[in-house]
């Protein structure tokens, strides 16, 4: 058996080369990063790994310190790819931790799951990303913290801006109402972190834009269309507005957002996928799928990397990419899809039948008396 100290710097060396092409800094590094620029952003993630340990070896570990039993956890691999694509993209510093081997530090910043992506400002805030793990989603989230919370919107900018965001609120509100401009502030400050919003005063700039004056309205880039507003209402129906106005058509399923969909009284269509390409191409076909029984079903679109633990549980095979289930949270219901291709006409069948009661739920003997007539 290797004497304790020897193990141990044994396990070091292997924990500092295994990092699967990761470039991280050290705690000296982060504090110096973090506090000399105006906006960093740090991913903390777990990817060091162990090869194969004899028992006894195990036993041995059993008393190592906790840096040494953290999980290497996949989804912080998948990160990878996503996190050099944003780097290269992007003039702010944007760096990584491997928390196998800086653990106090992420102990310091309560970082309990991986990836963590923190943004901190150089006065000292911290903000969480609870985004989708892709390089155009973290680009974006980025991209935000230099703006103020409310822009000031021209004729001069209004073009660019619409389309400066997934989703781009601006109040065509003139200056002397201060009610209407305090709620909007208030509503923005809520989801500065997620939206970009701004104000427009001039009534020339809504009358170009064909816009009520004053009335709040949603620029959805990727959607190619808007959602208006046009009432004086307060923070609560701003705050339905902003829910209906940014649903997509067809979400992507993250950690921010899977209560939400849990709760929204809806079953849940599953598309797994680890390629950007084939959920382009997923989301074009199925859209016209998913407005037609938007009001019964949720047609979201799952990353396999950071969710594939929920594969087994749906009836798909672990390593499944792309699979397709849908979920009833309210009866627990699962449906997988066993089709050989999965096509807008095969889903389509697939929902159908089991609103018609053909297809049963996973571990169901016995068909039911009546059809899933809600999903």
Request: glycine share 6%.
């Amino acid at each position: 058996m290797l004497p304790r100290s020897l193990l141990v710097c044994v396990l070091n060396l292997l924990l500092l080369t295994e990092v699967y092409g990761w470039s991280h800094v050290d705690r000296d590094q982060f504090e110096s990063i973090t506090s000399g620029n105006e906006v960093s952003l740090v991913a903390f993630v777990a990817v060091s790994s162990i090869p194969s340990l004899t028992a006894g070896l195990i036993e041995l570990l059993a008393d190592m310190p906790p840096r040494f039993v953290k999980p290497w956890t996949e989804p912080s691999k998948a990160l990878e790819s996503e996190w050099l694509s944003a780097t290269a993209r992007s003039q702010n510093s944007l760096i990584s931790i491997d928390c196998t081997i800086e653990s106090e530090l992420c102990k310091k910043h309560e970082i309990i799951s991986y990836p963590a992506i923190r943004l901190f400002l150089g006065d000292g805030q911290e903000k969480r990303y609870r985004g989708p793990r892709k390089a155009s989603s973290i680009l974006q989230f980025m991209n935000r913290a230099p703006r103020p919370i409310i822009s000031n919107v021209d004729k001069s900018n209004i073009k660019t801006f619409k389309s400066s965001d997934e989703a781009v609120f601006i109040a065509y509100i003139p200056d002397e109402e201060g009610h209407l401009k305090s709620t909007f502030t208030a509503f923005a400050k809520r989801h500065a972190d997620r939206f970009t919003f701004g104000i427009a005063s001039d009534p020339k700039v809504a009358k170009t834009e064909h816009m009520q004056f004053p009335s709040i309205v949603c620029h959805k880039a990727s959607e190619g269309g808007q959602e208006a507003f046009s009432s004086h209402a307060g923070l609560d129906a701003l705050e339905k507005f902003l829910e209906t106005a940014t649903a997509p058509t067809i979400g992507e399923f993250t950690r921010r957002n899977e209560m939400k969909y849990m709760k929204a009284g809806k079953s849940l269509v599953y598309y797994f996928t680890s390629s950007d390409d084939d959920r382009t191409v997923y989301n074009a076909a199925l859209k016209p799928l998913a407005k037609a029984y938007k009001e019964y079903l949720n047609f979201v679109t799952v990353d396999v990397a950071e969710y594939g633990h929920m594969l087994p549980n749906l009836g798909l095979a672990p390593n499944s990419d792309p699979a397709l289930a849908v979920f009833n949270p309210m009866y627990g219901q699962v449906f997988p899809f066993t089709e050989d291709e999965i096509t807008p006409k095969a889903v389509e069948s697939f929902v159908v039948n089991i609103a018609q009661g053909k297809v049963q739920p996973l571990g169901s003997q016995a068909p039911p008396t009546d059809g899933h007539t809600e999903l």
